[in-house]
């Protein structure tokens, strides 16, 4: 019998081992994303969140460790543009940045056709209004694929501003749409492998602490979800994602 079996105490975890960093957390995203970023962006790194909102990532995030460029499309929630930035557009020479941060809202609800029906009267009014036009859409990308087309399009401006070594870190959820199941976060990156050469280089996982709401759901056919993720993508390394078929 082992000795720390025999004296009644069990094995103590080393205390390096309460510092690693893991793929999966029931927690906040402002806690989760320090972590994040300090296992993959180096101390002064320059860093563009393009989608910086209410500055939520950054609660937790030391001040002065990294030069942070804040900027949202809406000009309120842009403290370094007055006018707002385009995460389509960015203001940003060719491989200016080390590190580049998306967090775009990703539901389909805001790309319907029907206007009574679109998304974002609330917090993401800007958001709709500009990227979605705030319009019903009667041609081009709408519902989900305009959720796609948004990431791909942010995906070819993050890698023209990254450096050679840069770090792309990117929000997004999986989605029911039209009744159909869409896993975003495959989708966006076999884009970003197959057409924009990043290589994947890690996963997280962020579980909402609270139950997500239902409303005016009848007969559940997908489970709901309560999970989202955490990209971290790399300029340099060769994408280890792509399946050739015969």
């Avoid at 393009?50 to 001040?63: I, M």
């Avoid at 070594?165 to 970003?192: A, P």
């Amino acid at each position: 019998m082992p000795n720390n079996l025999e004296n009644g105490s069990a094995e103590k975890p080393s205390a390096d081992s309460e510092d690693i960093v893991l793929s999966s957390y029931v927690a906040y995203n402002r806690k989760v994303f320090p972590k994040i970023v300090d296992l993959h962006v180096e101390d002064g790194a320059t860093i563009a969140d393009v989608t910086y909102g209410r500055g939520n990532f950054w609660t937790d995030v030391p001040d002065g460790k990294y030069k942070v460029y804040k900027t949202d499309i809406d000009p309120e929630k842009s403290p370094d543009s007055e006018e707002g930035v385009d995460c389509r557009n960015l203001p940003y020479e060719d491989g200016e940045l080390d590190c580049v941060v998306l967090d775009p809202p990703y539901a389909e609800g805001f790309f319907r056709r029907n206007k009574e029906h679109l998304a974002g009267n609330g917090t993401h009014s800007n958001f709709r209004s500009n990227y979605s036009t705030g319009n019903v859409h009667t041609g081009g990308s709408k519902y989900h694929q305009a959720v796609l087309d948004l990431y791909f399009e942010a995906g070819k401006e993050a890698k023209r501003v990254l450096s050679d070594d840069g770090v792309f870190v990117v929000k997004v959820g999986d989605e029911v749409s039209s009744n159909t199941q869409y896993l975003t976060h495959i989708q966006i990156t076999n884009y970003y492998e197959r057409e924009l050469e990043f290589y994947t280089k890690d996963l997280f996982v962020v579980e909402r602490h609270n139950k997500p709401s239902v409303s005016g759901m009848q007969n559940q056919v997908h489970a709901r979800k309560n999970h989202s993720f955490f990209m971290v993508y790399n300029m340099d390394g060769e994408p280890q994602n792509i399946i050739e078929t015969s």
